[in-house]
């Protein structure tokens, strides 16, 4: 017993210095961005990995043992298994959808009733409506988010900015969700409970949706008073506002399968079913069932065959398929027959699930490598300096968990390295711990769908099938994404976003210290 302990604190012992870590950081910027930018490979799952033997390499130098490290990659995918399991039922949910027409019906009926002047808008409530209910973000953007999809290319609305409103609303609602992990995970890190957590975001997050929706409310009206803005908005002169786009876009969908408001039914039960607080993964397999069921009643050709099909290797239109109404033309029907491809052929499976569950592991090995010997630690160490004022402490908190979203990448991660690094800085200030909590998720949950190594960049990629930097990415069209972090920051040093020990807003405090000052 004496010798195990003395092993343990052996592998304890070694301390990476600043310049190790930063030596491994950017080689791993390095690889990432030459992999990317020079090489403009289609994945960085390679570079990652390459990325983590460079990580593991210095441990070895520094001093960890291979058996010790190996133990930390194994710990930190063992921390993503619930995740990997919800992205293999949520590709099972998106193929049974698409063959049994629940996804085209969502589009079709979309169609009759959108119009690009509030699209936008209404994308990003319905998709924040639908986030808050179910908790997950990645179930919102499987669903609601390839129906959104699908309409904006019949209304002639360029993907990338449709994507950003459906990222925009699903992770506004995942970060102000009782049933989300996150929500739950970053007050346990900051020591308070979910409910007082929720409360105290309302108004940073209010302020910075609100902002968001403005600016997505304004851009068809933007769009019409300036051309240059007109070229990105729409894509091309065909479905322009027109809506003929749109009509024949529905016509096809109607052409390749039987479309029934009963086919609405599947969302609604994931809905409910996670609103009554079962958990994700039960609840989105009910959507499956409920999905396989409808298929065998609406779908001529579904068959208990072809769902276990469309379960694994996705949905794939049947071949020879042309769009040829007359009614339309040429250069339409060109058009809904690119359109009606790129969103229903190939789409969902378990087997499509494959590229991000594979990088979810290698970012996991990463991160457990770089937390797990303290290299993550001297990196954003030295910063603790410059905690001196509340707005600063959260500034620095909101750093290093994007800065960890870039680096470990997983957004559990970066808030629980956020939280254990800064929780007693918050104490000794005597902040309340939900200024903690509501920084935690202000950077760390909404980010994460801004880098495209981290599981959740790697996941919108993969199910929007947009990318999310570059010409067609939806990264700046994110609004809500980018804005929290910086807007909570602003608040904060206003004294809105951080509150004393008993709760109180400092400016509110202030401002009643003033009061009783004049009284």
Known sequence: MEEKKAVQQTERKPQPKFWQALIVLLVTVGIIAYSLIVAKTDSVHVALFLATC???????????????????????????????????????????????????????????????????????????????????????????????????????????????????????????????????????????DVMTHVKFMLIPTGVTYVIALAAFALMPLVANWFPAFQKVFYTGSVGAGDMSAARALGEAVKDNFNISPLLLLPPVVVIVAIALKLPAIPGITLGVFAGAIMGLVFQKDCSFGEILNVSFGGYTMQEGYEFASTAYSAEIRETVNSAIRELLDGRGGVSAMGDTISLVLIAMMYGGVMEGTGMLAKLVGWIKKYVKTPGSVVAITEGTCIFSNVAMPDQYVSIVVGGRMYGEDYEKMGLYPATLSNALESSATITSALVPWNTCGAYMTDTLGIKIWGAGGYGPWAIFNWLMPIMNIILAYMGIAVADKDGVRLRKKKKLAKKAQKS
């Open 54 to 192: 460079v990580a593991v390499l210095m441990s070895l130098i520094i001093g960890f043992k291979w058996s010790h490290l190996e133990q930390l990659m194994i710990e930190s995918i063992r921390k993503s298994l619930q995740s990997i399991m919800i992205l293999l039922v949520i590709g099972m949910l998106t193929g049974v959808w698409m063959l049994s027409g629940v996804v085209p019906s969502m589009i079709y009926y979309g169609l009759q009733i959108m119009r690009p002047s509030f699209f936008l808008a209404a994308v990003m409530i319905i998709c924040s409506i639908s986030s808050v209910a179910t908790g997950s973000s990645w179930s919102t953007a499987a669903s609601m988010g390839i129906a959104f999809l699908g309409i904006s290319h019949g209304l002639g609305i360029n993907p990338a900015i449709t994507a950003g409103a459906i990222i925009s609303g699903a992770y506004f609602g995942d970060k102000l969700s009782p049933l989300s992990d996150t929500t739950n995970l970053a007050p346990a890190m900051a020591g308070t």
